[in-house]
């Protein structure tokens, strides 16, 4: 068989797929929280993965230093200086394969079964299904359009304690949440903090959208306001350069930081995505990703403000929504009585979808009237011709008597359930 032949087992099959989007014709679907393919830097990019070549030669494809490549983190710790209020010392950073990895890492070191996570209600349905991979036990915590309860939590942690049980990590989205939107009130920030640091509780801070805020600066994060070990940060170059990257980088306290870099798994492998880090900092190095991120927030505020304006103009009376000053989403309410996931079909038929706000919660049934918009992958063109093509399902909605999802039956979208739609 010649090198470029098709393997006998594959011959007359469609080709296997190289991405995770799935393209439906007819369907503008904003349940991908994806980039729009046209705002990825592929020219820069691919011009500072032939620089990191040609400066390191076969270093660039070695086993890379535990921690991360050097280039990488130096440029990390400037970079937050200006982005955040505190800047990190390298001895406080690790590269990582992106928050995915980064928090089935810190939740195989640092649970053990029987552990109790705590998860915001609603919270990211992925990040959810990497904590269901280890034994833990999962428990929400209510959220407001203030983001987190803190006194929610505060009473939670009590409850358990008196069962005595061992409450060990808290994960968060504290800046621009996925799915609401919005960010954790700065009172609020140093009240969760302070309760972590009372608890004994270490907060996982998921800091994915920090460089996408679109009203001013992003807050700071909860990590820069914690005392050191109460906050790990995962930072993400997913959603500000390329999530095909899968690079990014924790901010914790240098011991835990050591921790990490003297896991098996780095002890093993080395650096965690070394080449692709390697050319992050290549590509930050030349300029080109402040430029990127301005680029980014130029564009993603202008959908942003395009969907808003087409929910004002098609579901005013209909439903309610949050104003998300950064990130990636909008979260929609529907009128009482109607049910996101009983309607998504008939979206889908007249050419729009979502993803239903029960995918956000731990299958509590929570959720059921909510939904959430992804502004990110489609133009402002598009945003506005898939909320009005929403409006006219929920106008035939109204027409009818609302059709709810069986009570107590499990949903094919429920959290905990590979969903469809991913991001």
């Known amino acids: 068989m010649s090198r470029t032949a098709i393997p006998p087992l594959l011959a007359g099959k469609p ?3 190289i991405g995770q989007f799935e393209h439906r014709p007819g369907i503008i ?14 020219v820069g990019l691919r011009e500072a993965a032939l620089r990191v070549i040609d400066k390191y030669g076969p270093d ?19 970079r937050l200086s200006n982005v955040d209020a505190l800047a990190p010392s390298p001895d406080c950073i690790v590269a990582t394969a992106g928050n995915s990895q980064a928090l089935d890492h810190l939740a195989t070191l640092l649970t053990a079964p029987g552990d109790v996570v705590l998860v915001e ?14 034994a ?53 920030r140093r009240n969760l903090v302070e309760v972590a640091e009372s608890e004994q509780l270490l907060i996982i801070e998921d800091d994915a959208y920090r460089e996408l805020s679109y009203d ?9 306001l914690a005392r050191p070990g109460n906050v790990v940060r995962l930072g993400s170059f997913a959603k500000s350069l390329a999530p095909g990257l899968r690079t990014g980088f924790i901010t914790a306290d240098p011991a835990l930081a050591s921790r990490i870099r003297d896991s098996g798994l780095l002890d093993s492998g080395g650096g965690i995505s070394h080449f692709s880090s390697l050319v992050v900092a290549e590509f930050a190095a030349a300029g080109d990703y402040a430029r990127n991120v301005e680029k980014l927030r130029k564009a993603y505020a202008e959908r942003r403000d395009a969907l808003l304006t087409s929910l004002s103009r ?3 009376g209909r439903a309610t929504w949050l ?27 007249d050419g729009s979808s979502y993803l239903p706000g029960s995918t956000f919660y731990l299958g509590s049934g929570e959720g059921a009237s909510s939904l959430r918009l992804a502004f990110s992958r489609y133009g402002p063109e598009e945003l506005v011709e898939a909320v009005k093509r929403l409006g006219t399902t929920l106008s035939r909605a109204t027409l009818r008597p609302a059709i709810k999802s069986q009570a107590g039956a499990p949903r094919a979208d429920a959290i905990g359930r590979p969903p469809r739609r991913r991001g």
């Open 323 to 349: 104003h998300p000053p950064g990130g990636y989403f909008v979260w929609v309410t529907l009128n009482a009585g109607q049910d996101a996931a009983a309607l998504l079909p008939q979206a889908e038929a």
């Open 136 to 188: 833990v036990e999962l428990v929400p915590i209510r959220t407001d359009h203030l983001g987190l309860r803190v006194d929610a939590l505060a009473e939670t942690v009590r409850q358990l304690r008196l069962r005595h049980r061992r409450v060990r990590l808290l994960y968060t989205i504290p800046t621009f949440h996925n799915p609401m939107g919005v960010s954790l009130m700065e009172e609020r």
């Open 121 to 134: 209600a609603p919270t990211y349905h992925l990040a959810v299904r990497i904590l269901q991979d280890h």
């Open 29 to 42: 679907d904003l349940g991908w929280g994806h980039p729009g393919p046209e705002l990825l830097a592929t």
């Open 314 to 316: 098609h579901l005013e």
């Open 60 to 78: 660039a494809l070695n086993y890379g230093y535990s921690a991360g490549p050097g280039p990488l983190i130096t440029w990390i710790c400037e």
């Open 15 to 17: 080709p296997l797929p």
């Open 216 to 224: 001013g600066p992003a807050p700071q994060s909860l990590w820069s």
